[in-house]
Structures are given as C-alpha cells and as structure tokens.
C-alpha cells in the first residue's frame, strides 16, 4: 500500500499522477492544489484519487512530489521538510502536535515520518539545494528534475507517457539516504526515464546552456514577428510547420518561467549574450551579402543533426 | 494523358512527384537531376517513372516544376522559357531545331509548346518575378511557394501527404495566362493544399517575417548550444522536446538557405534586426531581475497561442 502525494496538479503533477497509479507504483495518489478551478478539473478528469488539504496530504502520503514553479517550490519543500522534523520528534506543543496527528482520515494508519520522502520536479536546483543543504531532513529529500513537458499548462494538459524514454537528472543525490533515492528511482523507472546524476550546480549551468535558452529564444521570436507582422492572417496563413516548431515554446506560461530565468540569471544571461553574438553575426553576414561566411555559420549549425536525431 | 516534369528530386520535387502520380493529376512523372548519386536513388526509390535528360524533359512535359534553390531555379525557369518561345516559334538554325524536336522518343507525342507550363516552388519571390517580368514567355509560368517542408533534404526526405491542408502562395498570377493558373490550380489541389494570392514583394516581406527568421533563430540556437555546451552528451542528455523542436530547422540545408538569405536579404535583415532588440530587452530584464518586465514580455509572447494552434 503505497501513498503518493503530489502538490500542485499542473502538467507535471497531473501527468506523473496518472501513470504512477495506472502503472501501480502508487495505490493511492492525493493531490494539493490551491487553485480551485484546476482542483475541481483535476478531480474530475481523475487525475487524482482525492484533493485533500497541505496537511493532510504531508500526514497521508509515502513520497510527497512537489510540482509548483520553483520560487514556491524552495517555500514548500523546506515546509514540508519541517513537517516530517516535527511529526518524527513531535513538539510539546499539544495544538501542533494535533495539527499533524489529527489530519489522518479514520482507519487510515499513516506512515512512518523518518520514512517519508519528498521530491521536487523543478527546471533549477542549485537556489533549492542551498536553502535545503543543513535541514535536519535534508535526507528525506531527493532533488529531481524529469526533462519532459509541453508548452501546455495546467490539469487539462496532463497526459499519460509524457514522461517515457526522456532523462530524468538527479541532483546532489548524495545528500539524500540511499533508500530514499532508491525508491524515488524506481518512481522514476516507473515513468520509463533514464537517470542522470549532476550536481546541482551544473544541472543549472547546463539546462541553462540547452533547454532554458530555447524557450528564451522562441519568446524573442514571437515577440518579433508579432511585431513585425500587424495582420494576424498573415501569419497564420504564412506559418508553415517549420515556424509552429520553432515558436512553439513561446506558449510557455510566465508563472513557470519567470522564476527559473531569475533563479538561473547568471547561467541564463551568459548564454543569451553568446546567442547575441551568434545571432549578430549571422546578421553581419546576411547584411555583407557573404555567402561563404553564411555557408560556413549553416554548415556549423548543421552539426546539431549528429547530436539531435 | 498528362505528363509532368520535376527539375530536382529532393524533399519538394520528390514529394510532388509521389503525390502528382498516386493522385491521378500525372499520369507519367519525369525527373531532371543533376546529382548523379540523387538521380540512382530517386530512380530506386520510384519516385519518378524515368530520370532523363534537361532537354527530354523539356520537350517531354506539359508541365515542368522547378524544384531546386532558388539561385539555379532563376536562371533555369528563363532557360525553359526561353525553349518554349523556341519551340513554339522554331529557330532557323537546323541544329538548334534538332536538339528541341528530337528528344521526344519514337511514338511519344509531344505537348504543344505553347500549351507547356513552367512552375518554380522557390521560398523568394521578388528576383525571380524580375527576371522573367520582359520574358516573351511570361505568361506560361506560374510562380509558386507551396509552404511545406521538413529539415532533411534530398530524394530519401521525399513523403507521400508532405503538402496536405498547407498554404499554397501563388505569386503574381495576374502576370501568367488565366489557362496556367487554373491548371496550377488543380495540380495544388491535388495536394491539398489551401491558395493564398500576393504580390511577390509582399510575399518576400512576410516570408521573411514569420518563415525566415525562424530559420535564422534556429541556426543560431544550434551555433549557441555548440559552443557553450562542449560535451556532446550533455546536449543530447538534456535536449528535452522543447530543445528538440526550436533547433530542429536547424538541420536545414545551407544549398537552400544561403540562395534564399541574400535574395531576400533586406527584408531578412530587417527582421532580424528587430529580433536582436527583442532579445537585447529580455536579455536586460533577466539581467535587472526585472520579473515584471519578464512576466509583461512573455505574456505578450504567449499571444501566439491564439493564432497558432
């Protein structure tokens, strides 16, 4: 009988919902989501088993997933963090201690608190691991980022297999207990991912340089060309599949990313001023009408096939 | 009885070419290619019924698509225009004379040459339009941008349903003969496409806005993540799908893109200039950790969503 309570039921939360119950890793999945419209969605569309309250999910649930935009993520991680210091060595306080006892449903025998285990599915992780790195239950905390998503957002967007066959990275695994990690890699083997271990401080330098500049880039496009190009028509009209792929990350919400480019900023800032660079000069090329200089700046570019499939 | 000639078996040329024939609009598909390697595995692939010489072709054809980059498609729709003007009004020089009449093989009657049709497929309009404005033979050409693709190029990239529910720009008709463009008409229609009418110097301004640029980005991403990311594996282990699909233009080609950058050079130029702004701003608001400012920009980029689907 496995518990797994996931805190926020957006794409992520909500994907990983359906197939950690579908594929029987959980028995039981509880939801937290403080938007209504999206937990009333998230319970009828079955994401969930039930969408309870903060606390009583904490009580209930074996392995607790965090799947919020990072800022928020760092509050609650650290809260919940809390919350299995205090269940495991229970405070005088006889109001405290009932907050945390009393949330479990009749009959329902909660689990250990030195056993349970939390997890975040965050785009960042060095600004995380410092605010987590000397809690007392930093062990009970596995640092996770599984690299799959869409440019959709919220319970609507969750969608079994979205996880399958992509990399799921491991921060800092090595502040975390081994059975704790071990479980949360078979969560992860569940969802068909493939585990790669980095420290927390690379994960950030490197989703900087690959996936974070992406999504920066295609915002910068769509602000372009929705710039340059007043009549709607036109665009709809001229968009051939190649710009619907390129701008399709531009569809992205600001909840999510305008905290990972903040968290991120000195990762993210050196890689747009290489694509600045880049970008500058192509343009000098294009402008100087030199087509050998343009046909080496392609050829360079095309090595991407090798890599990208 | 209808027989159709494609100048060029890549990814266009060879998909017309699948389409053309299983769809009943050609009953013999002939092809013209240069690269002798393309030519064997155009011929094996069965794209075409023969692969046989420019001036069989020619003669051979009622209709005759230009399928090759726009630099070589300018100089050699003029070289078919001008064997039509010859062959409807033959030359006085018998060895001139000779060479059009006789590559019709025995038994093969061959199309009026006043009835022949000349289409190119080519991403830039305006030069092209210009180079064949005075021709004799203008209104036997019909300027095209079917606005389908993908990143691979050569006959191996060829697919049956490539062109289906995509925009068809026919440029300039005003300037072919109504007959031409009716029957261009039909031959799109086959591939299901949707026509979409303009001049070509608007349509190289709108390209350039929403279908160039995208390009451009993309090669730039590529050039990027190169440089910053040496190692190869981190690339490949962290290019989630967003990555995948913003780069994957990319892998274009730099026979095809070079041509279409500096004939459309100041209308690319511009646009991109205006991207280098755009991104000059999210740069500075990242590096201010400015969130409204980065919030206020992607939601004017998420505006996207509601033309792009």
Not at 242 to 264: H, Q, Y
Request: hydrophobic share 40%; proline share 4%; aromatic share 6%.
């Amino acid at each position: 009988m496995r518990t797994v309570g996931i805190i926020g039921l957006g794409l992520i939360g909500g994907s990983m919902a359906l197939d950690l119950r579908s594929r029987g890793f959980a028995d039981t999945v509880l939801g937290v989501e403080s938007n209504s419209v999206n937990a009333c969605a998230a319970e009828k569309i079955g994401l969930v088993d039930a969408v309870v309250p903060f606390d009583e999910c904490i009580v209930r649930s074996d392995i607790i997933i965090v799947a919020i935009p990072v800022d928020s993520a760092i509050r609650t991680v650290k809260l919940i963090l809390d919350r299995f210091q205090e269940g495991a060595d229970p405070p005088s306080s006889a109001s405290l201690r009932d907050r945390i006892t009393a949330n479990a449903p009749e009959g329902v025998s909660a689990p250990s608190w030195k056993d349970k285990i939390v997890i975040d599915v965050c785009s960042t992780k060095e600004q995380i691991a410092k605010a987590t790195k000397y809690h007392p239950a930093r062990k009970q905390y596995v640092a996770t980022h599984p690299m799959a998503g869409t440019e959709y957002s919220g319970p609507w967007a969750a969608q079994p297999g979205l996880f399958d066959g992509r990399a799921c990275i491991f921060a800092d695994a090595e502040e975390s207990s081994p059975k704790a990690v071990k479980t949360v890699g078979e969560l992860y083997d569940t969802l068909n991912m493939r585990p790669i271990h980095m420290g927390s401080a690379a994960h950030d330098v490197h989703t900087a340089y690959v996936s974070h500049i992406s999504h920066v880039t295609s915002f910068a496009l769509a602000l372009t060309v929705l710039e340059k190009e007043k009549d709607e028509k036109h665009i709809f009209d001229l968009a051939s599949g190649g710009f619907s792929s390129t701008v399709r990350l531009a569809k992205s919400s600001a909840d999510m990313w305008v905290p990972i480019l903040t968290e991120n900023r000195d990762n993210v800032l050196r890689v747009m001023d290489t694509y600045l660079e880049k970008m500058k000069e192509f343009r000098d090329a294009v402008d100087r009408m030199d087509e050998d200089r343009i046909r080496t700046l392609i050829a360079e570019a095309n090595r991407i096939k090798k890599i990208i499939r």
